[in-house]
């Protein structure tokens, strides 16, 4: 449980997808939403780990298969949701349970369509080392940014009430190379790779919210809004994943002394998610230079919020990710 929480509303009647809901900051909001009343979709890479976690949340729930590194992957995963395409039998809560074969209560039905009142895009990746998703991008900008960037615009006609993306205050020391996205050429460090992603998702958030305010995106209400979130520094896998032992050993000894539990972090999602916002509000802890401590309203760089700067990085996002 966190040190301190927040008053989360009832979301009884309410559905929540959720990407990267198996660990992390992302299971913990899964639980708090569950608690709450929410009917949780868990979007997950790993679908057997996605079962068990969703047998353990208290509600109704669907386990949904999308690898955030492949755009085939996001577009079947969207298919499925939408009605209009489907996913294997994996990527379906439906299978053995218990010895019994069926449908888990809040699973539709095949080529009914969802409804989403909150889309949680939580999903992240860090890596040691330079690589690059199916699609041919490097990795985290594949998988931060433009992998959810594609599934929040496929799934946006589903969305009632809000789309939260996580991102970082690691974006302040990010920046967007137009001429080398993909690090090919300049040099590439985890650091600045995952800047660089969290950058962008602030960057395609702005663009997103201003484009549901101004008519150019349509969901399926009016006043969906876009919130985006730091949730600090959360004592999880991501922390410690540099590649070498021994740092890793460091780092998760730092971490047990400074960061915070993953539950505390996710109360910043929570908030993101359920309170009477200013549109496209950037959410973070209010302690330790927004490193742990209960939600508040940050600041974010002049950068990313420059709806110029975002507007280019929406259309090189849709570029790459052949979105309308």
Same mark, same amino acid.
């Given at each position: 449980m966190p040190e301190e929480t927040i008053d989360i509303p009832d979301l009884a009647g309410q559905t929540w997808l959720i990407t990267g809901a198996t660990s992390g900051v992302g299971l913990e909001t899964a639980r708090a939403a569950s608690r709450a009343g929410a009917r949780v979709i868990l979007a997950v890479r790993d679908t057997e780990r996605g079962r068990q976690v969703a047998a353990r949340l208290p509600? !109704?729930? /669907? $386990?949904?298969?999308?690898?955030?590194a492949s755009l085939e992957s996001v577009r079947r995963a969207a298919?499925?949701?939408?009605?209009?395409?489907?996913?294997?039998? !994996?990527? /379906? $809560?439906?299978?053995?349970?218990g010895g019994q074969i069926g449908r888990v209560a809040g699973e539709k039905a095949d080529g009914e369509v969802e409804q989403i009142d909150v889309l949680v895009n939580n999903a992240g990746a860090i890596s040691p080392r330079r690589c690059e998703t199916a699609d041919g991008f490097e990795m985290l900008l594949g998988v931060n940014v433009l992998g959810p960037f594609l599934l929040t615009n496929l799934l946006l006609p589903l969305v009632r009430r809000r789309v939260v993306i996580v991102a970082s205050n690691a974006h302040k020391s990010g920046s967007f190379d137009v001429d080398d996205p993909h690090c090919r050429r300049r040099r590439w460090t985890p650091a600045a790779a995952y800047a660089q992603s969290k950058f962008g998702d602030m960057l395609w958030g702005l663009a997103l919210d201003q484009r549901l305010r101004d008519g150019r995106a349509e969901a399926a209400a009016a006043g969906v809004d876009v919130q985006l979130t730091h949730p600090g520094w959360a004592a999880t896998g991501i922390s410690n994943a540099t590649g070498n032992a021994a740092i890793d050993r460091v780092v998760t000894g730092v971490c047990s002394i400074f960061a915070q539990p993953a539950a505390q972090a996710a109360l910043t999602t929570m908030f993101a998610a359920t309170r009477p916002l200013p549109p496209c509000s950037y959410t973070g802890p209010d302690a330790m230079r927004h490193l742990r401590g209960m939600p508040t309203l940050i600041g974010r760089s002049a950068e990313a919020s420059d709806p110029a700067i975002a507007e280019r990085f929406w259309e090189f996002a849709a570029a790459e990710t052949a979105t309308d």
């Open positions: 509600g !109704e729930t /669907r $386990v949904v298969e999308v690898d955030l298919g499925e949701l939408t009605g209009v395409g489907g996913g294997d039998a !994996e990527g /379906r $809560v439906g299978g053995q349970i």
